[in-house]
């Protein structure tokens, strides 16, 4: 049998912009003064782990909570553009508030038919998917019997996690929610892969989001 690879697949902590409840781009993307206190806190409760590499999207926000974690093992991070947040097109920027007036229909689609729906500009939840397992899958090939921790962002992980799972992108709603820094672990091994740890928050004790 073949070493096992084991995946960290985490999900970027609270940016800035996270309160402002805003389809996200990649301007702007730096963590909140809470995002960096979860990222800490992550950081100590992995840090027992054997992780030898990181990885991250390259947006700021996913990079400094890579950075965070990685400093306690005293290892640098790799950005990978394929780990970037969804692409929201027109949507960048803008609040579900606003869209209820401007796109209503295609804030509908989103809601209950995510897996079908292409917003203006942007791309399809299929398109991240299948980037982002890529990219994974690329990550573990290189790093083939080691520890190695992921940063990518919410949607990016949760359609990541349904590829995983073998679940359909139709119920991504319904799928564990990978709030900020949640901890996924995969393992690898002989080209399976067995998920341990889905949606994980005990790193942040009574700090836990409701």
Not at 66 to 83: F, W
Not at 99 to 107: A, C, H, K, T
Not at 128 to 133: A, E, F, L, P, T
Not at 160 to 187: G, K, V, Y
Request: with cysteine; aromatic share 8%.
């Amino acid at each position: 049998m073949g070493d096992v690879t084991r995946l960290y697949l985490v999900a970027c902590a609270q940016t800035t912009l996270d309160s402002e409840g805003v389809f996200q781009g990649p301007t702007n993307h730096e963590l909140s003064r809470k995002g960096l206190s979860h990222a800490k806190l992550l950081g100590k409760h992995l840090k027992d782990h054997e992780i030898n590499s990181f990885y991250s999207s390259p947006y700021g926000g996913a990079f400094a909570t890579a950075s965070t974690i990685a400093a306690s093992h005293r290892r640098g991070v790799v950005r990978l553009k394929n780990l970037r947040e969804m692409d929201f097109g027109q949507w960048t920027g803008k609040p579900p508030s606003q869209l209820e007036e401007s796109d209503p229909d295609g804030l509908i689609a989103w809601q209950f038919t995510p897996h079908e729906y292409r917003m203006p500009g942007g791309e399809t939840l299929a398109e991240v998917q299948s980037r982002v397992v890529g990219a994974l899958e690329d990550v573990v090939s290189v790093e083939e019997g080691n520890g190695v921790c992921v940063v990518t962002h919410s949607i990016p992980l949760k359609t990541a996690m349904c590829h995983f799972l073998n679940e359909d992108l139709s119920i991504i709603w319904f799928t564990p929610r990978q709030e900020n820094t949640a901890l996924n672990i995969i393992a690898f091994q002989d080209d399976q892969a067995t998920v341990s740890l889905v949606d994980s928050l005990e790193h942040l004790g009574e700090d836990r989001p409701t």
